[in-house]
């Protein structure tokens, strides 16, 4: 009887975890939704020339869900009630002076030509992304000191506590960068998989 429920319980376990995961993507499904990714290595030559970046590489993922994706807005709740184009983003850093990879995410909302982006990790702040041409993005972290991003680390329940980072130089003043459009690095493969723990 014990080796029943057992089994039971692995199969619920299992089809629950299953079940969830599929639920959790179910945005992606949508026909308007699309995928592209952003990032930049600096060189040597440029970190020397620019002694107070702190930044060494940057990745970003975006998300785009229209106002045409009804299906995404609806699967990903109240945050999508407008009618204004929005972006997901995932950021990854590798800093200069740290040795691990730190992420953020955030939701970013269309207002006339660029995004205002919320970071949700930490209760992070507003930061702006804005195209500057069809292979380049720009981000603008300049106006809010504080962006947090957390380290990538085993497990998504590990006390992060110390192991927060914000996208400043080594004066503690926010940073811009430009980032090229590069659809074809599998990201998973570079930036540590700790960051997809979560």
């Known amino acids: 009887m014990k080796k029943n429920l057992y ?19 179910a945005w992606k499904n949508d026909k308007f939704v699309y995928t592209q990714i952003f990032q930049r290595e600096y060189t040597q030559e440029h970190l020397h020339g ?15 869900i229209p106002r045409e994706a ?5 699967d990903l709740g109240a945050g999508f009630e407008d009618d204004r184009d929005k972006i ?20 970013c909302n269309k207002i006339k030509n660029n995004y205002i982006c ?8 507003n930061f702006i992304l804005d195209f500057n041409s069809k292979n380049q993005i720009f981000l603008d ?30 004066y503690g003043k926010g940073e811009k960068f430009i980032l090229y459009k590069n ?12 960051c997809f723990d979560f």
């Open 7 to 25: 089994v039971i319980f692995l199969l619920l376990t299992f089809s629950n975890n299953a079940f969830s995961e599929k639920i959790d993507q």
């Open 50 to 64: 620019n002694p107070l970046q702190r930044v060494t590489k940057i990745f970003v993922k975006l998300d785009f």
């Open 70 to 74: 009804k299906l995404a807005r609806k």
């Open 88 to 107: 997901l983003m995932s950021l990854y850093v590798k800093y200069l002076d740290r040795t691990n990879w730190y992420q953020q995410e955030a939701i």
């Open 118 to 125: 919320n970071a949700n990790i930490t209760d992070g702040g």
């Open 141 to 170: 972290f300049s106006e809010n000191n504080s962006i947090p991003l957390e380290e990538c680390v085993k497990g998504a329940w590990e006390n992060s506590e110390g192991k927060v980072s914000t996208l400043t130089n080594k």
């Open 183 to 194: 659809n074809n690095i599998p990201i998973s493969k570079i930036i540590s998989k700790n």
